[in-house]
């Protein structure tokens, strides 16, 4: 199994980069603003004859924005910060799209958060809605096994509540994804779960399917989110190196590398 998963976050007018999400070292580089983001959409629009697909239908074996000759495309936002309703999910629906807006559950009515009314109006507009942890954990795959069970149990009950249906979609956050956070995802009844590996291979463990995603940060060409979205293998490839790199120094340097990091963007 293969899909091509597109990885965002907020969207925020020019340099107002505490309006949504979260506040913290490496956070605004996730941030684009809306005319980039249009442009984003423009492009991809422009190149690919497919709408974005649903996770919910690939997992069911459903053809929904999809056709036999490549795989489909999923358009996804983590954290869950305010731009999620109305921003982006009025853009995408202008184009007739669906998003799968990933939400920090414990953040849920903080500010630059969504709130409940927002969460549910989300739902009921046909975008999914999933989980992205309780707590949003610096290293996830640095948990213990009883933390990461707490971290997806609660988020998905909080969020089912408040939609008053099941959750069965979840990212990771952070980019610190191991088996063990998938098998702790499956336990909660998470089905897909989708982290920030560059890849459109797809695997199971313990009956839930794991699906890569390309990261979009503020600055990249929309060129290359189009390019992703059509199937380009030259996108795909460079952001796989550049995500192997970086993994090299996240495995070696653990917690140091984590300093350092933070370090480096507060200095910029």
């Not at 910060?81 to 007739?96: F, K, N, R, T």
């Not at 610096?138 to 997806?152: H, I, Y």
């Not at 989708?194 to 990249?220: A, H, I």
């Not at 929309?222 to 293998?233: D, E, H, K, M, S």
Request: aromatic share 10%; charged share 20%; proline share 4%.
């Amino acid at each position: 199994m293969r899909a091509v998963s597109l990885l965002y976050h907020d969207v925020i007018d020019p340099g107002d980069y505490t309006s949504s999400g979260f506040s913290i070292p490496g956070a605004n580089r996730y941030k684009l603003e809306r005319q980039e983001f249009e442009m984003h959409l423009g492009a991809i629009a422009q190149v690919s004859r497919r709408k974005p697909a649903c996770v919910l239908d690939f997992l069911r074996g459903g053809s929904s924005g999809t056709d036999q000759a490549s795989p489909p495309f999923f358009m996804t936002f983590d954290d869950g910060g305010s731009s999620a309703w109305p921003c982006i999910a009025s853009l995408l629906e202008l184009l007739g799209w669906k998003g799968h807006f990933l939400i920090t559950a414990g953040y849920i009515g903080a500010r630059a958060f969504l709130g409940k009314d927002e969460i549910r109006t989300l739902r009921k507009s046909g975008h999914i809605v999933g989980s992205h942890s309780t707590s949003h954990p610096e290293r996830m795959s640095a948990c213990g096994w009883q933390e990461l069970v707490r971290e997806w149990d609660m988020s998905v009950k909080t969020l089912s509540d408040i939609l008053g249906e099941g959750v069965t979609v979840a990212s990771v956050p952070g980019g610190y994804y191991s088996r063990r956070v998938a098998e702790a995802a499956a336990t909660a009844g998470i089905k897909a779960l989708f982290n920030s590996e560059p890849t459109t291979k797809c695997r199971w463990v313990d009956g839930c399917l794991v699906l890569g995603r390309y990261s979009m940060q503020r600055g990249m060409p929309p060129r290359v989110a189009a390019g992703l979205a059509a199937g380009y293998v030259r996108p795909r490839l460079k952001l796989w190196t550049w995500w192997n790199v970086k993994g090299l120094g996240k495995s070696v340097g653990g917690d140091t590398w984590l300093r350092m990091r933070r370090m480096l963007l507060r200095g910029k």
